[in-house]
């Protein structure tokens, strides 16, 4: 690679190894749609758009008034916020784990993820990934040297019977299980914790690591609870779970999580970080306490509102003719296009087409791995009006053959008047 002036900059081979980021076409025309005063309904990323708790809110305002909260943080989190997450475990799922050796703040689940593969990951070993998948449970591999091996994704014993054998006929053996429940982008869910159970089971057998990304686990609907893969028997032996304060209290720019379990991967984890970060402002720990102490109807409020957002989508894709089943859990509805609308199309290219013709920005399966192919990932983060307009759009764009009027053109149009 070379800039202007033919000065050789060469990038590593992590950055090479990369795949093309392919949510980046889907972002450059929705940017050029927004600076051209078109009004793009953003369903694409699960960004939440609903506020944190006012609490939550003012204890921020209040800490950062302190001068003594502005210097470096602990960069395995101050430990009052870490005791917090301990109870929060003790009281949610009945899972007992030592604040000190046990728990590890990160800079939301992602960055944490991202750096335990640096700790766990040499160059050639391997991770076993369900797929579809969450880009950077195969990103953050590859950026630390490793290599995965995707299986089908499932929720049951076939699932696990599939993982089983790439394991036993895989040489080198895997080093790492990563999994995903609620899961992103197709919102799956296991019934209960027996799943996990058979999971610590088969990682005992064959001494493989587990990480469980539990992003989404307090976002459930119709009464359901998804279990915490620390609740299996052995779990902390084998593996550790990352949860976030960005989806069931509305903190994601924030950028504050945390990875609970294994002592040994979380030292390692605690290692990589103490070399990288200073630690989370500790404003934003301090008002992550007051979310965990006293948030549970907040959580619940969310959730309702989620639930209520899913059923308009659902209901709606399924009149256009979409075959969709109605998630218990996370804030992501996963649809399989018809072969009518897709018209011979990938995913990535309908996208970019609906998005032009329906003015409506969804994710395209492909992104999320070759099984992701003939669905979309639609996030339900706008409000109840919005949800029905991208529904609207959708259906005018693809049925009719008529774009659905947005409230923009109908203001330019107005405006002209």
Wanted: charged share 25%.
């Amino acid at each position: 690679m070379t800039t202007g002036s033919e000065f050789p900059i060469e990038v590593s081979s992590r950055i090479r190894r990369l795949p093309p980021y392919l949510f980046g076409q889907l972002n450059k025309m929705k940017m050029e749609k927004r600076r051209q005063g078109v009004d793009i309904i953003d369903l694409g990323m699960g960004n939440p758009t609903d506020p944190p708790p006012r609490a939550v809110i003012e204890k921020l305002c209040e800490v950062v008034q302190d001068p003594r909260v502005h210097g470096y943080s602990q960069s395995i989190g101050i430990p009052h916020l870490r005791r917090e997450v301990a109870r929060l475990y003790e009281r949610q799922f009945g899972v007992t784990v030592d604040p000190e050796t046990e728990v590890i703040a990160t800079i939301g689940s992602k960055e944490g993820f991202s750096h335990m593969c640096l700790a766990l990951i040499s160059p050639g070993d391997t991770a076993i990934v369900g797929d579809p998948y969450f880009p950077i449970h195969v990103y953050g591999v590859a950026l630390a040297g490793g290599n995965v091996i995707n299986v089908p994704l499932g929720n049951d014993q076939a699932f696990l019977r599939r993982i089983a054998y790439v394991v036993e006929h895989l040489y080198p053996k895997p080093k790492l299980l990563i999994l995903n429940y609620p899961h992103n982008p197709t919102a799956m869910t296991v019934d209960d914790v027996s799943f996990f159970e058979q999971v610590v089971q088969l990682a005992r057998k064959e001494k493989i690591m587990v990480i469980h990304d539990f992003a989404y686990g307090r976002t459930a609907f119709d009464g359901y609870k998804p279990p915490s893969f620390l609740q299996a028997t052995g779990a902390k032996d084998v593996g550790v779970e990352f949860c976030t304060m960005s989806k069931p209290y509305n903190m994601a720019g924030w950028r504050i999580g945390f990875c609970v379990g294994n002592r040994e991967m979380i030292k390692a984890l605690a290692t990589i970080k103490g070399y990288y970060d200073y630690g989370i402002f500790t404003a934003v720990q301090v008002a992550s306490i007051v979310a965990m102490r006293n948030g549970e109807a907040d959580v619940a409020h969310q959730s309702e509102i989620y639930q209520k957002r899913r059923d308009i989508v659902v209901e709606g894709l399924r009149k256009i003719g979409w075959e969709v089943e109605s998630p218990r859990a996370s804030m992501f509805v996963w649809a399989k296009v018809s072969d009518q609308h897709l018209a011979g199309q990938g995913t990535i290219d309908f996208c970019l087409r609906l998005m032009d013709e329906a003015e409506v920005a969804i994710a395209p399966g492909r992104a999320f791995g070759e099984n992701g192919e003939k669905c979309v990932r639609i996030a339900i983060v706008e409000n109840e009006q919005r949800l029905r307009q991208a529904i609207r759009n959708i259906d005018g764009a693809l049925n009719k053959g008529i774009k659905a009027p947005t409230a923009t053109k109908l203001k330019r149009k107005a405006g002209k008047e």
